[in-house]
C-alpha cells in the first residue's frame, strides 16, 4: 500500500480533528470552573439589559447563583425545549399561555409549587393558573391595540378595530401576520369586531381576506413592523404593548389608539421544563419576578406591565402599561386551549386566503 | 493500485457526509414517508392538492429561474469582461465582488426595504425622472424577492464564470475569430461548451440558494409572496409539522437535482 | 455590463456602510446625522463579543476540516476515473441543497441528542458537511485545467505520489485552495440556518444573535456590526492576497 499518502491522509485527518476538538476542550474547561448553582432562562430578546437590571442581577445577588440567558423566538425555543426533552438544559422558560399549553400538552411541563410562591396572592386571578395544571404562572400581561399616525386625516380619526376596513387606508395599512402572537390577536379582534362567534374566527379571517389588496404588508418581525412605520410606508398597525417604547423613538408622530371593542391581553407565563434539575431555586426566581417590587420596577422601565396588583409605577409610566382595574377588567382574553386545538387551521386558512391570488 | 489509492481520498470525506449529515437527514426525512406502516412516495403526490402549494411551488421555480437566467446573462458579459483585467486591478474587482457575500443577509435585504421603500432611492429615481407621478408599490411584491435574491445569488455565478474562463487559453478567441466566427458564434461554439462547467456550477448554486432563501423571500415579500422555503420554516416553527416540512425538503431536492440535469444538457 | 454588475452588487452595501454611521437613534436613511457611537456600541454587547469568538473559532475549524477532507476528494476525482464518480459528486452536492433548517433539525434530533455532543462541536461538524462542497467544487475547477500528465510527468522522473502532490500539484492550485478558504470560511461565519438548532444556551453564533437583536430593537447597530464584520472580511481577504497572490485565481 502506499503507506506515505495513508500517512499524509491521516495527517490531514487528524489535524483538523485536532482543530475542531480545541473549541470543546474549551468550552468544557469553562464549565468545569463554575462552582455554584447555575439556573438557564429561556426568554425573548426584548429588553435583555433592563432585564438584567431588575430581576437578573437583584436575584443572581440574593441567591449567590449564576443565571445563563438563552434568547430566541418562541417557536426556536419550544423546538429544542422538545428536542431536549429527555435531558432538559433550561431550568426556566417564559413563553405565551398558549405555547405553553402546547408544551404542556407534548408532556414537557411539570408542575410548580404554587404554595411556595408568597407573591401569588397579589397576582391577578386570571394569571395565577392559566392553565389550570399548576404548570404555569403569568409573569406579565401584554396587550395588542392600534398605534396610528396622528398626522394623515385618514389615520388619525381611527377609534376602533372596524376602522382597519376604511377604504382611504388602501395601501398604507399594516396588519400582522398569523405566524406571530399579534397576529393571532389581530384575527381575534377582527373576528369580534365583525360579529364572529369566537369559536372558529372563519368570520376575522374572510374579513381579512377581503382587505388584503389594501395592505401594504403582514409583518412578521416587529423590527420590520418599526422600520415600516419609519418609512412612512404604513399608517396604522396593530402593535403589541412592549414595542410602543421603540416606535416613540423613530420621530414619527404616532399615538396609542385603545380601541371602541377594546384591546386584547396576552400573557406570558413561566413555567418548569419537565425533569429540570433545579426546580427549587427556580421556583424561587419565579416567587422573585412575581414580587411587587420588582414588578414595579420593570413597570416603570416600560418592559412588562405588572401582573402583581399592587405594583405601583409611577404616574408617568402609566402611558405605557396596561395597568388599574379599569383597564385590566376591559381586557379580552384568547382562551388558550382553543388556540391550541384550532391554531393550524387557521394558518392554513390564512395562508390559503391571503396567499393565493 | 489507482483506484485503491483513490477510494482512499475519497474515504474520509464520504464517511464524513454519509454519517454525519444523510444519516440524520434521512432519518428525518422518512419519517414523512412512512404510512401506515409501510413506505410510499404519495406525500409528494398529495402535496400538490392543495392548490396554495401549487402556486407556491410555481412562484418558486418562476422567481428561482428567472434570477438564475438573468444571473447567466448579465454576468458572462461581466465575467469575460473581468478576466481580460490585469492581476492587480483583478484582485480588487474580485473583492468587490465578494464583499456583497460578507454582508450579512439581514442587513442586505433590510437595505432593499430602504431602497424600494415609497421614500426609497428607486421611487425617488422613478419620478425624478418623470415616470411616475407617485410612489410605486416595490416592495412586498414577486419583483422585490427577485431583485433581492439576484444581488444575493450573482456574485456565486460571476465567480464560477470567471474561475472557469481564466484557464481559457486566451488565444482561443482570437483563433476563432480568424477562422470567421462572428462574436456571437464564437462565444456560443467556442467559449460557451469549454466553460460549461463553470455555468453547470454557478447555475446550480445560483438556483439553489434562491429556492432555499428564507430571510430575503420572507422580508422583501412578506406572507403575500410565499416562497417554498417560507412555507417550510412556517411548518416547522409554526406548525410543529415537521413531516411536512420533510416532504417539501424531499420536493426542494428533487427540484434542485433535476434543475442540475437540465443545465448540464443545456450547456452540451 | 460589469460597472452595473458592480453597481448593482454594491448598492445596497453602501446603504448599510453608510446607516451604520448614523447617529439616529432608529434606523433611518438616509442619517439625520452622523456618529461613531454605534460602531462603537456594537463591541459593548456582550452576546456579540461572545458569539463572535464563537463564529471565528468555529468557522476556522470547520472550514479547515472541510478543506482536508475535501481537496483529497477534488484530486481524485480529477485525476482517476472513477466509476461511480457522478454518484460522489452527487452525494457531495447534497449538503447545499438540503434546506438549512432541516439539516439543522435533523442534526439536533438525531446527532446532537443521539451521541450527547456538546454544542460547539455539533456546530463545527454542521458547518463542515455544508463547506466540503464549496471546497471540492472550487478546487475543482483549478485542478481541471491543471494538465493531468504533469504529476504523471513528476512521478515518471522518479517522485512518489506523495512528492508529487505537494511538490508539483499543491503550489499550481494554491489559489484555488486559498480561494475556498476564503469562501467557506465566509460561508460558515455567516451561516444561519443549521446554526439556529444547533445553538444552546450561552454558545450562539453571530448571525444568529444580529438576528434575535433584529427582532426587537430597530436601530443601526446591525448596519455598524455589517459594516465592521466586512472590513474585517477584507481585511483577511488582503492579507491572504498579500501572502499568497490568490487574486489570479479567484
Keep these: ?357 | 493500485m489507482h483506484r485503491r489509492l483513490a477510494w482512499l481520498l475519497l474515504a474520509p470525506a464520504l464517511l464524513f457526509i454519509a454519517l454525519l449529515f444523510m444519516a440524520p437527514v434521512l432519518a428525518l426525512l422518512a419519517g414523512a414517508f412512512r404510512i401506515d406502516g409501510a413506505w410510499a412516495l404519495s406525500p409528494l403526490i398529495t402535496f400538490f392538492d392543495e392548490p396554495l402549494h401549487r402556486e407556491v411551488y410555481w412562484r418558486t421555480l418562476r422567481i428561482a429561474g428567472l434570477a438564475t437566467l438573468t444571473s447567466a446573462l448579465v454576468c458572462y458579459p461581466a465575467a469575460l469582461a473581468m478576466v481580460r483585467v490585469p492581476p492587480p486591478w483583478r484582485g480588487l474587482l474580485t473583492g468587490l465582488v465578494i464583499l456583497p457575500l460578507m454582508v450579512s443577509p439581514i442587513a442586505r435585504t433590510y437595505s432593499w426595504i430602504v431602497l424600494l421603500g415609497r421614500n426609497g432611492f428607486f421611487n425617488a429615481l422613478l419620478q425624478g425622472l418623470g415616470l411616475s407621478d407617485e410612489p410605486l408599490k416595490l416592495l412586498f411584491t414577486e419583483g422585490a424577492v427577485f431583485v433581492g435574491l439576484l444581488q444575493l445569488m450573482m456574485p456565486l455565478m460571476l465567480l464560477s464564470l470567471v474561475s472557469a474562463l481564466e484557464n481559457l487559453p486566451a488565444d482561443v478567441l482570437a483563433a476563432a475569430a480568424t477562422l470567421g466566427a462572428n462574436r456571437w458564434q464564437a462565444f456560443a461554439k467556442v467559449v460557451l461548451p469549454l466553460t460549461q462547467e463553470g455555468l453547470i456550477v454557478g447555475g446550480t448554486l445560483v438556483f439553489t440558494g434562491c429556492v432555499t432563501a428564507y430571510i430575503t423571500p420572507a422580508l422583501l415579500g412578506g406572507p403575500q409572496v410565499l416562497m417554498l422555503e417560507t412555507l417550510l420554516y412556517q411548518k416547522v416553527n409554526v406548525m410543529s409539522d415537521p413531516a411536512s416540512a420533510s416532504v417539501i425538503a424531499v420536493l426542494l431536492l428533487v427540484t434542485t437535482l433535476m434543475v442540475n440535469q437540465l443545465l448540464k444538457r443545456v450547456s452540451k | 455590463m460589469l460597472v452595473l454588475a458592480l453597481v448593482f452588487l454594491l448598492g445596497p452595501f453602501i446603504v448599510v456602510f453608510v446607516a451604520g454611521f448614523s447617529g439616529d437613534d432608529t434606523l433611518r436613511f438616509p442619517p439625520q446625522q452622523f456618529s461613531l457611537r454605534w460602531l462603537i456600541q456594537v463591541f459593548t454587547v456582550e452576546a456579540f463579543q461572545r458569539s463572535f469568538v464563537t463564529s471565528i473559532v468555529v468557522a476556522l475549524g470547520s472550514t479547515l476540516l472541510a478543506l482536508a477532507l475535501g481537496v483529497p476528494v477534488a484530486y481524485a476525482l480529477s485525476r482517476f476515473r472513477l466509476p461511480g464518480a457522478e454518484a460522489v459528486r452527487l452525494l457531495l452536492t447534497l449538503p447545499l441543497i438540503v434546506p438549512g433548517i432541516i439539516v439543522g433539525l435533523a442534526l439536533l434530533n438525531h446527532g446532537v441528542l443521539a451521541l450527547n455532543l456538546p454544542v460547539t462541536l455539533s456546530l463545527l461538524i454542521g458547518h463542515t458537511t455544508l463547506l466540503i462542497p464549496y471546497a471540492v467544487r472550487v478546487v475543482s475547477s483549478s485542478l481541471a485545467n491543471l494538465r493531468v500528465d504533469i504529476d504523471d510527468a513528476a512521478v515518471t522522473l522518479g517522485a512518489t505520489r506523495l512528492q508529487a502532490f505537494f511538490k508539483v500539484v499543491l503550489p499550481n492550485i494554491r489559489g484555488g485552495v486559498a480561494a475556498a478558504f476564503v469562501l467557506a470560511f465566509i460561508t460558515s461565519f455567516n451561516q444561519v440556518p443549521v446554526s439556529l438548532f444547533l445553538t444552546g444556551p450561552g454558545v450562539s453564533t453571530l448571525p444568529i444573535e444580529m438576528m434575535a437583536y433584529m427582532e426587537t430593537s430597530y436601530d443601526p447597530s446591525i448596519a455598524a456590526l455589517s459594516t465592521l464584520l466586512v472590513v474585517f472580511t477584507i481585511v483577511l481577504v488582503a492579507g491572504t492576497e498579500k501572502l499568497l497572490g490568490i487574486s489570479k485565481y479567484l
Excluded at chain 1, 27 to 43: A, D, G, W
Excluded at chain 1, 139 to 158: E, F, I, Q
Excluded at chain 1, 213 to 236: I, K, P, S
Excluded at chain 1, 248 to 276: C, D, F, R, S, Y
Aim: proline share 5%.
Design chain 1, 1 to 357: 500500500m502506499n503507506s506515505p499518502l495513508l500517512a499524509r491522509v491521516g495527517l490531514a485527518f487528524v489535524l483538523g480533528s485536532v482543530l475542531g476538538a480545541l473549541p470543546l476542550v474549551a468550552q468544557s474547561q469553562s464549565q468545569s470552573q463554575s462552582q455554584s448553582r447555575s439556573l438557564v432562562v429561556s426568554t425573548y430578546g426584548f429588553n435583555g439589559d433592563l432585564l438584567k437590571k431588575h430581576v437578573y442581577d437583584p436575584f443572581k445577588a440574593q441567591c449567590k447563583c449564576d443565571l445563563v440567558i438563552e434568547t430566541g423566538n418562541v417557536a426556536e425555543r419550544l423546538a429544542k425545549l422538545e428536542a431536549r426533552r429527555a435531558n432538559p438544559v433550561v431550568d426556566l422558560i417564559q413563553m405565551p399561555d398558549f405555547t405553553a399549553l402546547e408544551a404542556s400538552n407534548k408532556g414537557l411541563l411539570q408542575p410548580i409549587a404554587l404554595a411556595k410562591l408568597k407573591n401569588l396572592g397579589e397576582v391577578y386571578d386570571f394569571g395565577r393558573d392559566p392553565l389550570r395544571n399548576q404548570q404555569a404562572v403569568a409573569n406579565t400581561v401584554y396587550l395588542v391595540g392600534l398605534v396610528v399616525r396622528s398626522d394623515k386625516p385618514a389615520s388619525a380619526s381611527v377609534t376602533s378595530w372596524k376602522d382597519l376596513w376604511r377604504p382611504e387606508l388602501k395601501g398604507h395599512l399594516m396588519l400582522a401576520n398569523i405566524t406571530g402572537n399579534q397576529g393571532l390577536a389581530t384575527l381575534f379582534m377582527a373576528d369580534k369586531a365583525w360579529g364572529g362567534l369566537a369559536t372558529d374566527l372563519s368570520t376575522g379571517i374572510g374579513k381579512i381576506a377581503a382587505i388584503k389588496g389594501n395592505v401594504v404588508t403582514f409583518y412578521t418581525q416587529t423590527a420590520q413592523m418599526t422600520a415600516l412605520f419609519a418609512q412612512d410606508e404604513a399608517w396604522v398597525a396593530p402593535v403589541g404593548r412592549f414595542a410602543w417604547p421603540n416606535l416613540k423613538k423613530t420621530g414619527k408622530p404616532l399615538k396609542w389608539v385603545v380601541p371602541k371593542e377594546g384591546q386584547l391581553g396576552v400573557m406570558n407565563v413561566l413555567a418548569i421544563p419537565k425533569g429540570a434539575k433545579n426546580a427549587d431555586l427556580t421556583e424561587q426566581l419565579i416567587d422573585f419576578w412575581l414580587s411587587r417590587d420588582v414588578q414595579t420596577a420593570l413597570a416603570n422601565d416600560l418592559v412588562d406591565s405588572p401582573i402583581n396588583r399592587n405594583a405601583r409605577p409611577r404616574a408617568d409610566a402609566l402611558d405605557g402599561l396596561t395597568f388599574g382595574a379599569e383597564q385590566i377588567d376591559s381586557l379580552t382574553f384568547m382562551k388558550p386551549d382553543m388556540v391550541v386545538r384550532e391554531r393550524a387551521g387557521w394558518v392554513n386558512q390564512w395562508n390559503r386566503m391571503i396567499s393565493t391570488r
